[in-house]
């Protein structure tokens, strides 16, 4: 790997080239990814891939006037002191919030390397066009902006902005309520149960880590198996699925934890609290992200927890 004060000339042009060939193509990357869900950012990313390939023609042209024309390949991993980049552009949905992060990422480190070079030559002409690029790399920020107010109408935001929301949604809430309501539920009946039937804490602490952990990789597999998202647009089937068995763990753990206090009494009325505790966040979320109105939302959690709660009394009683 060559440090950047090492480079010539010709290697310095060359680089700028390869760098602006890899801003166009990203570009090109974010607007092909969001074209779908969000087609007015989508055609703000165009405009900034045509800016870059202005970029790359006038250092073409500059650099066939100097050193002719064969352009010596030199990339950014050939080089020491740029940012590894996380391809962002390569996953599907592409998030909105992260693309735009990168973009402005990219314009700063581009600016950053054109100031620099544009000190380390000696050529009037390259050292003018560096600079000239390092002027409109300033800019792009202005430009975005300006791309953004032409091709984001309030109208277009507003329905970007509700797309992000679905899909946020669509891949994480649905599949982390799914998983904490399936945890916080469904444990209920074997730890109070086993609370009940022993009089032991440490017991049912036992039993409720079981029923947590096993219904967390089993609901995590059975989200992550259930469709691939390339239809439904629900994003990566193991990430819904890690987020699915991580909330149905943590759901299940949550009213199990109090059956470390040693004492029944207290543990039982700590753990009781707490299930109250998750039934009201499940209800929160149930109307925040679903739309479901909070009395309906409190009557369906709470006759599900009730009945399940009632259950493993009877069952830990008998």
């Not at 074209?35 to 900034?48: I, L």
């Not at 390569?90 to 620099?116: N, S």
Request: hydrophobic share 45%; proline share 4%; aromatic share 8%.
């Amino acid at each position: 790997m060559r440090s950047f004060d090492s480079l010539t000339e010709r290697e310095i042009l060359a680089l700028a080239i390869s760098l602006e060939e890899d801003d166009e193509r990203i570009y090109s990357d974010f607007a092909d990814g969001l074209r779908d869900n969000y087609p007015s950012t989508a055609e703000m990313f165009e405009g900034m891939r045509a800016e870059e390939s202005t970029h790359r023609r006038r250092l073409i042209e500059l650099f066939r006037a100097r050193f002719g024309e064969h352009i010596p390949l030199l990339r950014r991993h050939d080089v020491k002191g740029f940012v590894q980049r996380r391809p962002v552009w390569l996953l599907r949905p592409l998030p909105l919030k992260l693309v735009r992060e990168q973009a402005a990422a990219m314009e700063l480190e581009t600016r950053r390397f054109y100031e620099t070079a544009a000190g380390r030559t000696q050529d009037a002409a390259i050292r003018q066009l560096l600079n000239d690029l390092a002027q409109d790399e300033r800019k792009h920020r202005e430009r975005a902006e300006e791309l953004e107010r032409d091709k984001l109408r309030p109208e277009a935001r507003e329905h970007e902005d509700e797309t992000s929301r679905r899909l946020f949604v669509l891949q994480v809430v649905q599949p982390g309520l799914a998983g904490l309501m399936d945890g916080s539920v469904s444990t209920l009946a074997p730890v109070f149960a086993a609370a009940l039937a022993t009089q032991k804490p440490w017991d049912a602490f036992l039993v409720g880590m079981a029923a947590s952990l096993g219904a967390g990789i089993s609901m995590g597999f059975a989200e992550a198996l259930s469709d691939d998202g390339s239809l439904t647009g629900r994003g990566h089937p193991w990430l819904r699925g890690l987020i699915c068995g991580l909330m149905t763990t943590l759901g299940g753990i949550g009213h199990t934890l109090p059956f470390l206090v040693p004492d029944f009494r207290a543990a039982m009325t700590a753990a009781i609290a707490v299930v109250v505790a998750e039934l009201g966040v499940i209800t929160w979320i149930r109307n925040r992200y679903m739309d479901t109105p909070i009395f309906s939302a409190a009557v369906q959690v709470g006759l599900g927890g009730a009945l399940v709660f009632v259950t493993g009394i009877l069952i830990g009683g008998a």
